[in-house]
Nanobody, 125 residues
Framework: QVQVVESGGGLVETGGSLRLSCAAS????????MGWFRQAPGKEREFVAS????????YYADSVKARFTIFKENAKNTVYLQMNSMKPEDTALYYC??????????????????WGQGTQVTVSS
């Protein structure tokens, strides 16, 4: 049974940093693309960042470019999201997602097969 578990969320002040982690288990995901999405109250889920299976290609939403960094540790089936210079508008429930059969990174939520339950990130002003 595949499990995707996020951790690392919490409360941070404007300008602060957080690192989210996402561990996938149940299969070997070392070659799989993974991504982060978020959903703020009253808004639709939106793309944040994604990374290819071997970690050489990354994509970012314009709103987080130069502030967030996505990277992987394939030996641990884990993807991270380092978030710096955080803003109140980054407040959301952050979800990790895994593409089951593809190593190509994607910004489309419907191209991901496995999802975690989310971890809450709150940025105070």
């Amino acid at each position: 049974q595949v499990q995707v578990v996020e951790s690392g969320g919490g409360l941070v002040e404007t300008g602060g940093s957080l690192r989210l982690s996402c561990a996938a288990s149940g299969e070997t995901f070392s070659s799989n693309a993974m991504g982060w999405f978020r959903q703020a109250p009253g808004k639709e889920r939106e793309f944040v960042a994604s990374i290819s299976g071997i970690g050489t290609t990354t994509y970012y939403a314009d709103s987080v470019k130069a502030r967030f960094t996505i990277f992987k540790e394939n030996a641990k089936n884990t993807v991270y999201l380092q978030m710096n210079s955080m803003k109140p508008e980054d407040t959301a429930l952050y979800y990790c997602a895994v593409r089951r059969f593809y190593s190509v990174a994607s910004y489309r939520a419907n191209e991901y097969d496995y999802w975690g339950q989310g971890t809450q990130v709150t940025v105070s002003s």
